[in-house]
C-alpha cells in the first residue's frame, strides 16, 4: 500500500519506512505511487551521498566509518546498499550490506539492500525512488553503488556529492583517464591509507589524471584525500571535503543539480521502456513532478506504441 503521507512515513519509524520502500515496486505504475513520491521530492531534508568505485576498494568499510561519524554528530542516516544479483532469484546477494553493522535498536539509522538485477550503471531501478523517500526522512543518505568499471555512472543521478573510491595499484594516470568515471567525482576517496608509499603514489596518480579533465572556470575541482577506514586516516579530511562541496552547492547550485537530476529520471525511464522512439515522439511537461511526468508520459506511450 502506498504511504498516506511522507509525514506518515517519518512518524512511522523504520516500519513505516520499510513499508513504503516495499510500495516502490507494488505500487509502481500507479498514480498514486506517483504523487506520493513527487511529495517526497518537495519535502527533500537530507543531504545525498553517492559512493562508487571497483569492487574490492573498500566502499562498505568507508560507508561504517562514515555513517558512525554522522550518528555521533547526531544526524540520522538513511543507507541504499546496491549489491549484485543472485542468478538463481535475482535478489540481492546482501554482501554489502552484511559488511555494514548498525545497532539494529538504533532508530536513526536504516539500511536497505537492493538488487541491481540487469542494470549496468551501478545502481538499481528502483534506487532513485528509495533515495527520494529517504531522502525526505533521513538527515543524511548514503546509496553505495554496486562496484562498477569504466563507463558506469547512475550514481550521480541520484547524489548531491558523489565520493569516488581508488585503491593503491589501481593503475597510472593513463588508466585514470581511460575511465569514464574521472570526469564524475565531487571528492576522491585512496583506501587503504594505511599501505603507505603505494596509497601515496596512488594519490599522485589521480592528482595528476585530474589535471587533464576539462572544467569550466569557476567549476568545483575534486580534491583527492588519502584515508583508512581501519586506523581512522583521513577521515576528518574526507568529512571536511564532503562538506566543502555541500557548501560549495549552497542553495543555487543544489536546486539546479536536482532539477537536472529529475529530467534524468524520466527520460532514462522512457528511453528503458520505449527507447529513443518513446522520446522522440513525447516530450514530459517539465512542470509536473518528476515522478507524476514519467508516469503519465509511459501511460500515453503505452498507448500509443502498445
Known sequence: MVPASVEAVRSGGKRAIAAALASIETGAGTEALAAFLDAACRAAKGATLGLTGPPGVGKSTLTNALVGGWRAAGETVGVIAVDPSSRRTGGALLGDRARISTNPEDRGVFVRSMAARDRLGGLSDQTVAAMVVMR?????????????????????????????????????????????????????????????????????DVEGALTLVARDPGAWAAPVVLVSSNTGEGMDELAGAIEAHRSWLGDGRIVARRAAQEAQWVEEAIRTRFGTAGMAAIRPAPEQGPFRREHDTMTRLAQRFG
Not at 574521472?182 to 585512496?190: F, G, K, N, R, T
Open 136 to 204: 525526505a526522512v533521513f538527515d543524511r543518505v548514503l546509496v553505495e553503488s554496486v562496484g562498477i568499471g569504466q563507463s558506469e555512472a547512475d550514481v550521480a543521478m541520484v547524489a548531491d556529492t558523489v565520493v569516488l573510491c581508488i585503491q593503491p595499484g589501481s593503475g597510472d594516470s593513463l588508466q585514470f583517464m581511460k575511465a569514464g568515471v574521472m570526469e564524475l567525482p565531487d571528492v576522491i576517496a585512496v583506501t587503504k591509507a594505511d599501505m603507505g608509499a603505494p596509497a601515496r603514489r596512488a594519490k599522485a
